[in-house]
């Protein structure tokens, strides 16, 4: 099994962008990559994935191709469509490619435009991803699927409504330091716990907004890698369940995640507590409280303390959403997974700017699809 | 690059089935391949890759997860959307996975169901994979496309609607020797050619029927495919191009087709004279002297000399389409790529019963997505 390595990757700002096509943001996303991935062409690259959950006026089948060939490509194109995992889970493809041997240099990326959309057609949007017959249909949107794990986390540990807002507010601080944060402004605890509320407990700084974007990250063969300013995906693993909360056991812990996660740190041969820094999906601040969880960064039940104690801060001992997360830096969906790796690789290669974490050797990305029903997480080994 | 295996398929029969579900149709597909799949159970299985359309009124997000629930599995399951090839490419990324060295066993299927869609909602449903906004929103339907792609080979070439037809009687031939077939009657050149017009040249016989439909492939290692009724993958390629008809340079071809089967052929190290069975995308009967050509079967304009002579017939020199092809079989869209890779691994196992084709050593499956936009061909091997 040969090695994969991310060797460049790039990104929109994410946001609401009117001016926009899913096409146009594909292509500055995938204009970036080439550019942050010195010695390679477009040429060089010998397949693409793309993830989108591509609902809506655009394009709907074939809509990766659809994107490839706004970029001149004509390399074989598959879409993956996970819902919100889509793009994590287009990038794990990408490793199979290069890993298998059919492909050298593998495009993985992601688009979403959802600004176009507006009031229930926002909810809408973001429903189709439950469970169809006896959530989306019945009513549930995402927030309240989020809010009842946000109940049954209160009912079962020691947490209220401010461990969900210092999410909020450390994301906050991180994607004021981001220029393509879609929120990228500050705020307080007392801004998070006492805006509206969304679906309680769960207050309107809970909730990451709806966005536009694309991200794109180059997949390549350690032969390809060798020059270049490259991030080893020392582990991917990717888990699934049942689509509808309603039929899990636990509203406490989202199975699929402890089992992605699994699955890459045996393949990485690491553990937690040897991840530097990471990127987790934080759709709605109850999520990244269960990442930390299932993730193994700490036990169950002590995620608020993490985050009482600021060990994830920016300046922690293991920074989370350095970048700004789902809830500042936004969440266009099929974009959100290469989104973050892209922050991983400029983490991971020294190129992460202003925001640049010291010492970092190894990051890990965890994306979520639905409430859950599916979750990829990709580990990544820098030089430090 | 270690070699990967089909080892076990099935289907359901394609029709309209008002009385099943989505779910219960990839079950019932499911079932049947790990019954074929002899010692193999669900508990082998390290991941999924499913292959569905998904537009209509069923789970939209996380659409594969919503299937592989139902019988069971909570392995990493990936949705792949390429239109009418989302199956095609779902085995291609299968065979990807069990070369990397990441997964010894995975199940590969589609699903798609059509028929509770009627009259403006059917062209909707085969509009969708079109290009959008000069495709599918100025009307143009993919009988349309295709309508256009044979009006283009009747100028350039010595064919007329008969040959269309002859591709249409061969396949409702063979169809109806397949009791998992939705049109499996046989019908008459005159009853091809005289058949009311759909979009001209194209009659009633030259369209493929919509369908409802699953199918599912076991895609295993050499190490567990050994003991088993195995087809090795020897070559899979795949290919795309722009997804509206009107940006492309030539109308009586498909280039992505013959990307994709240029790199089958090159990966399994022979030629399109060395195939001994083929099942080709046969949407619109066009479609079926395309893809003699593009897969190298013949020179350009020579398809219809094939048929004429019998070449393709199930007694010829190189049958095609023994299934009963998607004019007859059926077009469940999702299902349709493994369900051409199952009738294959049938007939290189020596299970494909009353319709069995003798001396078979070499197959190929050509499916492909929209009118071109995505195409991918597979090429297996047996023991004859």
Same mark, same amino acid.
């Given at each position: 099994?040969?090695?994969?390595?991310?060797?460049?990757?790039?990104?929109?700002?994410? *946001?609401?962008?009117?001016?926009?096509?899913?096409?146009?943001?594909?292509?500055?996303?995938?204009?970036?990559?080439?550019?942050?991935?010195?010695?390679?062409?477009?040429?060089?690259?010998?397949?693409?994935?793309?993830?989108?959950?591509?609902?809506?006026?655009?394009?709907?089948?074939?809509?990766?191709?659809?994107?490839?060939?706004?970029?001149?490509?004509?390399?074989?194109?598959?879409?993956?469509?996970?819902?919100? #995992?889509? %793009? $994590?889970?287009?990038?794990? !493809? #990408?490793?199979?490619?290069?890993?298998?041997?059919?492909?050298? @240099?593998?495009?993985?990326?992601?688009?979403?435009?959802?600004?176009?959309?507006?009031?229930?057609?926002?909810?809408?949007?973001?429903?189709?991803?439950?469970?169809? +017959?006896?959530?989306?249909?019945?009513?549930?949107?995402?927030?309240?699927?989020?809010?009842?794990?946000? %109940?049954?986390?209160?009912?079962?540990?020691?947490?209220?409504?401010?461990?969900?807002?210092?999410?909020?507010?450390?994301?906050?601080?991180?994607?004021?330091? !981001?220029?393509?944060?879609?929120?990228?402004?500050?705020?307080?605890?007392?801004?998070?716990?006492?805006?509206?509320?969304?679906?309680?407990?769960?207050?309107?700084?809970?909730?990451?907004?709806?966005?536009?974007?694309?991200?794109?990250?180059?997949?390549?063969?350690?032969? @390809?890698? +060798?020059?270049?300013?490259?991030?080893?995906?020392? *582990?991917?693993?990717?888990?699934?369940?049942?689509?509808?909360?309603?039929?899990?056991?636990?509203?406490?812990?989202?199975?699929?995640?402890?089992?992605?996660?699994?699955?890459?740190?045996?393949?990485?041969?690491?553990?937690?507590?040897?991840?530097?820094?990471?990127?987790?999906?934080?759709?709605?601040?109850?999520?990244?409280?269960?990442?930390?969880?299932?993730?193994?960064?700490?036990?169950?039940? +002590?995620?608020?303390?993490?985050?009482?104690?600021?060990?994830?801060? #920016?300046?922690?001992?293991?920074?989370?959403?350095?970048? *700004?997360?789902?809830?500042?830096?936004?969440?266009?969906?099929?974009?959100?997974?290469?989104?973050?790796?892209?922050?991983?690789?400029?983490?991971?290669?020294? !190129?992460?700017?202003?925001?640049?974490?010291?010492?970092?050797?190894?990051?890990?990305?965890? !994306?979520? $699809?639905? %409430?859950?029903?599916?979750?990829?997480?990709?580990?990544?080994? *820098?030089?430090?």
């Amino acid at each position: 099994m040969r090695d994969a390595y991310v060797v460049g990757a790039g990104q929109t700002a994410f *946001g609401s962008f009117p001016e926009e096509s899913y096409r146009s943001l594909f292509a500055t996303a995938f204009d970036r990559a080439m550019a942050a991935a010195d010695g390679l062409g477009p040429a060089d690259i010998d397949e693409a994935v793309v993830g989108t959950l591509g609902v809506g006026g655009r394009q709907l089948g074939l809509s990766a191709p659809a994107v490839t060939e706004h970029v001149g490509l004509s390399v074989p194109t598959t879409r993956v469509e996970n819902a919100c #995992a889509a %793009s $994590g889970y287009a990038v794990r !493809n #990408a490793v199979q490619a290069v890993k298998s041997g059919m492909a050298d @240099v593998v495009l993985a990326g992601g688009y979403e435009v959802m600004t176009d959309a507006s009031g229930d057609a926002t909810k809408y949007w973001l429903g189709v991803s439950g469970e169809t +017959e006896w959530e989306r249909l019945t009513g549930t949107t995402f927030a309240g699927t989020y809010a009842q794990m946000a %109940s049954a986390y209160f009912d079962e540990y020691d947490a209220d409504v401010d461990d969900l807002s210092r999410a909020a507010v450390k994301n906050h601080a991180n994607g004021a330091q !981001n220029p393509h944060a879609q929120l990228g402004f500050e705020c307080s605890l007392e801004d998070a716990s006492d805006a509206a509320t969304v679906a309680d407990p769960l207050t309107l700084y809970h909730c990451c907004p709806t966005s536009d974007g694309a991200a794109a990250v180059l997949v390549a063969s350690e032969e @390809v890698a +060798e020059s270049m300013d490259a991030a080893r995906v020392a *582990g991917v693993g990717a888990g699934s369940d049942r689509v509808g909360l309603f039929e899990r056991d636990t509203y406490t812990s989202i199975p699929a995640s402890e089992r992605a996660a699994d699955a890459a740190y045996e393949m990485a041969d690491c553990g937690p507590d040897e991840i530097d820094l990471a990127e987790v999906h934080d759709c709605f601040a109850i999520a990244e409280l269960l990442a930390y969880e299932d993730l193994g960064f700490c036990e169950p039940g +002590e995620a608020p303390e993490l985050l009482r104690e600021g060990v994830t801060d #920016a300046d922690g001992d293991l920074p989370v959403n350095v970048s *700004g997360g789902l809830k500042s830096k936004g969440h266009p969906i099929g974009a959100t997974g290469a989104g973050q790796i892209a922050e991983l690789w400029k983490q991971l290669t020294g !190129n992460a700017g202003d925001r640049q974490v010291e010492g970092v050797e190894r990051g890990l990305a965890h !994306n979520v $699809g639905g %409430s859950g029903g599916a979750a990829v997480v990709t580990i990544l080994e *820098g030089e430090a």
